[in-house]
């Protein structure tokens, strides 16, 4: 089911859609594999036709499972674009195709839903990231008592 619109329908007043619709309708092909994008895609628009153009306005909302890229713990986090907008012309050059008398909306959402993936997902704006665990700590010695990587090096006879 993609978000498609009949033009004949907005003629005399505008539309109002909610709903939901699965993510693999959207075809989003995410390649980054800190986020997936496995479950329903909230919306609630309003749809309406200008002189020339559609205008559909409202809220998006989708629930991404995410790694840190930090600490790599998995995490949920919600993408919301509360004012999402679409100017749609239907003359011109930029001209939308129509298929039918029906505009499909479902390009124009999954755009700007990709658009608002986050670059580097992080479970705490402050993560620490993963916990190191030197030699040292290991052995139950401090760094002072271990030898420096590097003095293994300044042991070699190079002629």
């Known amino acids: 089911m993609s978000l498609k619109i009949?033009?004949?329908?907005?003629?005399?007043h505008g539309l109002r859609l909610k709903g939901e619709m699965p993510v693999a309708e959207l075809d989003l092909c995410v390649a980054d594999e800190l986020i997936r994008a496995?479950?329903?895609?909230?919306?609630?628009?309003?749809?309406?036709l200008l002189h020339d153009a559609v205008l559909a306005r409202g809220k998006l909302a989708?629930?991404?499972?995410?790694?840190?890229?930090?600490?790599?713990?998995?995490?949920?986090?919600?993408?919301?674009?509360?004012?999402?907008?679409?100017?749609?012309?239907?003359?011109?050059e930029d001209k939308v195709?129509?298929?039918?008398?029906?505009?499909?909306?479902?390009?124009?959402v999954r755009e700007d839903i990709l658009l608002s993936f986050p670059q580097h997902p992080l479970c705490?704006?402050?993560c620490a990231g993963l916990k190191q665990?030197?030699?040292?700590?290991?052995?139950?010695?401090?760094d002072e008592s271990q030898p420096a990587l590097w003095a293994e090096l300044d042991k070699l006879k190079l002629k």
């Open 133 to 142: 665990k030197s030699k040292a700590s290991k052995a139950g010695g401090d």
């Open 62 to 92: 989708l629930t991404l499972d995410c790694e840190c890229s930090r600490c790599l713990k998995k995490f949920k986090t919600d993408l919301k674009l509360v004012g999402w907008a679409a100017h749609l012309p239907l003359e011109g």
């Open 38 to 48: 496995e479950r329903l895609l909230h919306y609630d628009l309003s749809v309406e």
């Open 97 to 108: 195709s129509i298929d039918n008398d029906c505009v499909d909306l479902t390009p124009f």
């Open 6 to 12: 009949n033009l004949r329908h907005l003629e005399d």
């Open 124 to 126: 705490k704006t402050d």
